[in-house]
């Protein structure tokens, strides 16, 4: 017998034990696996399934009709079109959300109110979430009622009413969406911000001493670009704004003496401060010619200003209360000190400085004490930025070729710089958004000066103005 | 080998050579059937668990990874497209007028940017046209028609 050859009698109790251990071993491993699991219960809408979102990553998809107008007036019908849009482009900016096309929503019909929402038609087109509005006019202005709808339950995820003006309803649109972001995502979106910047688009010559310079004056926009306004009206150079963080001043240089001072700008209020007129000067009104400043930037908290000064003989970097009051020089060095930038804490200040023969960033506390070197492995920087918490980077422009800048980010936390642009034409001075989500920057990149913005991953850029040239942004809080 | 047992000796008086007195066996030997049966049971259970599947991962978990991508897309025409105007997405039934807007959703970040068309036969070319219209449209770069061999049910 051939299979006995294999296993002589003795050791068959061996096999035959070890048959019985696989055997039980076996029926333990059966054993181990999980008991079937039972399937959990329909969720009740609880405040945490409010927010709609898909799992895996995938994206959640949005679909932003235009608002319902239930009055049936050509201005109510115009309005409701356009917080629609707005409000489409708000949510898109953010990117948190995927807004479905808008060009695709003209085969589904038209809600009337709030119950005869197609649901099954949204969700034929991929639609996660369904944001549905009114437009109603009252006697006073206009009443706007909204809802974002899940489409899978075809229940209210959030909903709001607002009422006031109809003059601008891009202001409705705006106040959505940070309310939509805020509630579902926890973000605080930046469609009600603003854009500061300089311009010469008036095209006006300053007369007097300083022949054929043009003159740029201060212009505030919503941040989508919409709403330009003009600020200063003094037929001189006003450049370097800086929005204090509660958003109601603007502080700036300006030339209006001749000699280049900062002044502040109470854009609600309609007043205006001077900053530097501390300075020793000839009349009461006016500093010395020579004295310049320049480049105010807030503190986080708004009570001081860091500034550039040349009081001293050389620039130096300044701060002074927002009075004006209090000025203390922080840097001592016979080389130029300017572009300050405050870090997110209030406690420290970015400039850049030549003293090592190019222009390069250090690090100085508030109070004059701790400088450092900050090395970004670039020949020659310029307008660092510090950027808002939760980040912790600086935007700078870098020197990247003979005729141009890019915009670079360098992180704290890893020690890395990473690009923005990348040489489409040249590329200046950075501001970042308040949620540190974006940047705006002037670029040469469609021929004239014109502002942009940009991610903080360098996509999704935009351009903001379009008429004359356009320079240095910044970003309201 | 069959049990051997010595025989008792009759008696003292007998014989003094040897008689032995085989005993037929009663049962089965059934040792060697153990034996086979054993050997069969533990190559079955040692085979048993590399037949069934392959190597075992434990697939790691993500929030911003994307869907699987270059998972094949079907789009289904039945005939009776000619009346509703409607057409399957993979299992599900839409208006072909939301066909274009769901195929971009999907070709989104593919590298393949395909789809499988699964028209019926009894179809208007002018019918299928409108559909390839609205795929195009999406960006779908390469549109495969899928058919049968003949004699194939």
């Not at chain 1, 690090?363 to 400088?371: E, F, T």
């Not at chain 1, 990348?422 to 040469?444: K, Q």
């Not at chain 2, 911003?64 to 094949?72: A, K, L």
């Not at chain 2, 897309?73 to 007028?97: C, G, K, M, T, W």
Request: proline content about 6%; aromatic content about 8%; overall charge neutral.
């Amino acid at each position: 017998m051939m299979i006995q050859s294999f296993f002589n009698r003795p050791n068959t109790r061996a096999v035959l034990t070890l048959g019985a251990a696989v055997v039980a071993l076996a029926t333990l491993g059966a054993r181990q696996q999980p008991p079937q699991q039972p399937t959990p219960a329909p969720q009740q809408p609880t405040e945490l399934s409010a927010v709609i979102k898909n799992g895996g990553g995938a994206p959640t998809r949005l679909a932003v009709p235009s608002f319902i107008a239930l009055t049936s007036d050509a201005e109510t019908t115009a309005i409701a079109k356009t917080i629609g849009q707005v409000l489409w482009d708000d949510l898109n900016y953010e990117r948190e959300f995927e807004l479905i096309p808008r060009d695709t929503y003209a085969t589904i019909p038209a809600a009337k109110s709030f119950t005869d929402v197609p649901m099954d038609r949204w969700h034929e087109i991929g639609a996660d979430g369904l944001i549905v509005g009114t437009v109603e006019k009252t006697g006073a202005g206009i009443k706007v009622q909204v809802r974002l709808f899940r489409i899978a339950t075809g229940q209210s995820a959030f909903g709001q009413e607002y009422s006031g003006s109809g003059a601008n309803p891009r202001v409705y649109a705006h106040t959505i969406s940070d309310e939509i972001h805020k509630q579902q995502r926890n973000l605080n979106g930046v469609a009600r911000t603003k854009l500061a910047f300089d311009s010469d688009r008036d095209g006006e010559r300053m007369g007097g001493t300083i022949e054929q310079r043009s003159t740029k004056e201060i212009y505030i926009a919503d941040y989508d670009g919409e709403n330009q306004k003009r600020i200063t009206v003094n037929k001189s150079l006003n450049i370097t704004a800086a929005w204090s963080p509660d958003g109601r001043s603007i502080a700036y240089t300006s030339y209006r003496h001749g000699a280049p001072s900062i002044f502040i700008s109470n854009i609600f209020a309609g007043t205006m401060e001077e900053l530097t007129k501390t300075a020793p000067s000839t009349d009461s009104k006016t500093p010395r010619a020579s004295d310049s400043n320049f480049l105010p930037q807030w503190s986080p908290d708004g009570t001081r200003l860091c500034f550039m000064s040349n009081r001293d003989g050389n620039p130096e970097i300044y701060v002074a209360n927002r009075d004006g009051s209090n000025v203390r020089r922080i840097t001592t060095h016979p080389a130029g000190d300017v572009s300050c930038t405050w870090s997110p804490s209030g406690t420290q200040i970015a400039f850049v400085s030549d003293r090592s023969g190019a222009p390069q960033l250090y690090i100085v506390g508030a109070d004059g004490l701790g400088l450092t070197r900050l090395s970004v492995g670039e020949s020659y920087v310029d307008r660092p930025t510090w950027s808002p918490p939760p980040y912790n980077e600086i935007a700078f422009a870098a020197r990247t070729t003979s005729a141009g800048f890019d915009i670079k980010v360098f992180d704290f936390a890893s020690g890395q710089v990473h690009a923005l642009t990348f040489g489409e034409g040249t590329n200046e001075s950075p501001a970042w958004a308040p949620n540190g989500r974006h940047l705006a920057f002037s670029s040469t990149r469609a021929g004239k000066w014109q502002i942009f913005t940009v991610g903080r991953d360098g996509k999704n850029v935009r351009q903001i103005t379009r008429s004359g040239n356009n320079y240095q942004p910044a970003w309201s809080k | 080998m069959p049990k051997v047992q010595p025989i008792p000796e009759a008696g003292p008086g007998r014989l003094g050579r040897g008689h032995r007195v085989s005993s037929s066996l009663a049962e089965i030997n059934v040792v060697p059937l153990v034996d086979v049966m054993l050997v069969l049971l533990i190559i079955f259970m040692v085979t048993a668990p590399m037949i069934q599947r392959g190597v075992d991962v434990n697939i790691p978990v993500s929030r911003n990874s994307g869907p699987i991508v270059n998972e094949r897309v079907f789009v289904s025409v039945p005939v009776a497209y000619r009346q509703n105007h409607l057409v399957y997405l993979d299992n599900e039934q839409i208006r072909v007028d939301a066909l274009q807007e769901r195929i971009r959703q999907k070709m989104e970040g593919r590298s393949d940017k395909e789809v499988y068309l699964r028209g019926d036969a009894g179809l208007l070319y002018q019918d299928l046209m409108d559909v390839f219209d609205r795929l195009h449209a999406a960006g779908v770069a390469r549109i495969g028609l899928v058919n049968k061999l003949p004699g194939e049910k």
